[in-house]
């Protein structure tokens, strides 16, 4: 079963203007992570933010922040003031009691000027 | 500045070849991911060790790969033999699970192979 769903393959976004990328889970475990990774062209993954299941505040990161809606389960990545750097692939994850990393399908953000 | 490193970068070879591809995770990080990126599959987890025992590696084809970790700082990949399906990006990833449980995974550049 998917375990976590991204239904946006791509996006596009006004330099900066804020964008929201989705991204829904599926877990019946009490305690799980959630995480968003950054994929430039370049290929590397880097790490933005992570969210606790029990964390009672939003994660923030500079101009990252995810709004976590449990009930809803739903993990969605704010960037604020996007830049041109910010285009790149949006991998949405979740950490669950096994310790195993489930990955989205990605959402594709271009920034344009 | 503490990474994941992963070797080589880029590996082509031909069918049939074994393929060998290490990683070293981040010092004191007792879990590595093994995970290999194609544009039809996305992200797939091959693998997975915690304190260098294989936790999970159903994702993993036994037929051809197999995945170790000899000690605490290097994992290893091994495809034997290679075919065209392998080539793919294989990113190695490591964490320390926190106290909730979960695991922040940080990664390695990859390795892109192509087996032609």
Partial sequence: ?113 | DARVTQTPRHKVTEMGQEVTMRCQPILGHNTVFWYRQTMMQGLELLAYFRNRAPLDDSGMPKDRFSAEMPDATLATLKIQPSEPRDSAVYFCASGLPSTGGDTEAFFGQGTRLTVV
């Fill in chain 1, 1 to 113: 079963a998917q375990k976590i769903t991204q239904t946006q393959p791509g996006m596009f976004v006004q330099e900066k203007e804020a964008v929201t990328l989705d991204c829904t889970y599926d877990t019946s475990d009490p305690s799980y992570g959630l995480f968003w990774y950054k994929q430039p062209s370049s290929g590397e993954m880097i790490f933005l933010i992570y969210q606790g299941s029990y964390d009672q505040q939003n994660a923030t990161e500079g101009r990252y922040s995810l709004n976590f809606q449990k009930a809803r389960k739903s993990a969605n990545l704010v960037i604020s003031a996007s830049q041109l750097g910010d285009s790149a692939m949006y991998f949405c994850a979740m950490s669950d009691n096994f310790n195993k990393f489930y990955f989205g399908s990605g959402t594709k953000l271009n920034v344009k000027p």
